[in-house]
C-alpha cells in the first residue's frame, strides 16, 4: 500500500485528485498507475485502469490471474468492473468511498458471484493515511 | 446504430467478440471502438471504452456533455461507470446483456442519481442485427 500510495503522491504533484494503484505479482510491483483523468483528457483515466493497463502491458496477456491490486480508495463502478474483467485474485483498499465505491459503500458489485470469478477484497488498509492525503487535496482546493 | 454495428464488425472480422461503439455530437461521430481486448493484451479494451477514449481525444476534454453513445450491447459495470463518469447526456443500446448487463439486466447502475449526473438512456434500437451478430460469433466459436 506504500507503494500505491507513492502513485497517489504523484497525482497530487500534478493536481489530480490523488488516488493511486499498483498490481503485484509474487513481491513485484508488475503495473503502476495514478489518476490523470485532469492531464490526458480522459475520463477512463483512473489509477486502477492505468495500472491493469500497465500490468497487462508488461505481462502481454489481459488476465491478472495471480495478481493483487493495492489502490488507496474504493473503486469505483468503472473500476471495481475493470478489477473483475480483469480475473485478478485480490484486491487491497485504503479508504472507503462512501459516494462512488463498488466494493461495499454504495454497491458491492466486486462480490457478486453472478459476474463471475471475483477478487478476494480486503478493506482499510493504511485508512487513514490514503484519506487524510484526500482531504488535504479538498481543503487545499477550497 | 448502423455505425455501431460497423464497428462489431471490425471487431469480428479480428476474432473478437464483435461488440462496437460510436459517440456522436450532434450529426458527427466523434468517437468510435470495437472490442480489441485480445488483440491489444487488455481486459479494459472494451468498443465502449475505447469510442469514450476516443472522443475524449479527439475533443480533447474528458466531460462528454451533449455527447450520446449507441452501443450494440449493454455495457458491462467498467462501461456503464465510465458513461457515468464522462458525463455524457443520453446512451442508446442495442442488445441486453443478462449476464453482465449493468444498465437494467443484473444491474441498472446508469440511471441511480446517487452517482450523480446519470445519462438518459434507451434500449432495444436494432436489437436483432445486434443480438444476431453476438450469436453468429458464440456458435462459430463452438
Known sequence: MHEALNEARKALNNGEVPVGAVVVMGDKVVGRGYNMREMLYDATAHAEI???????ANLKRWRLEGCTMYVTLEPCPMCAGAIILSRMDMVVIGAQDPRMGFCGSVYNIIEDRRLGKTPEVITGILEDECQRILKDFFNRKR
Open 50 to 56: 492505468l495500472a491493469i493497463r500497465d500490468a497487462n
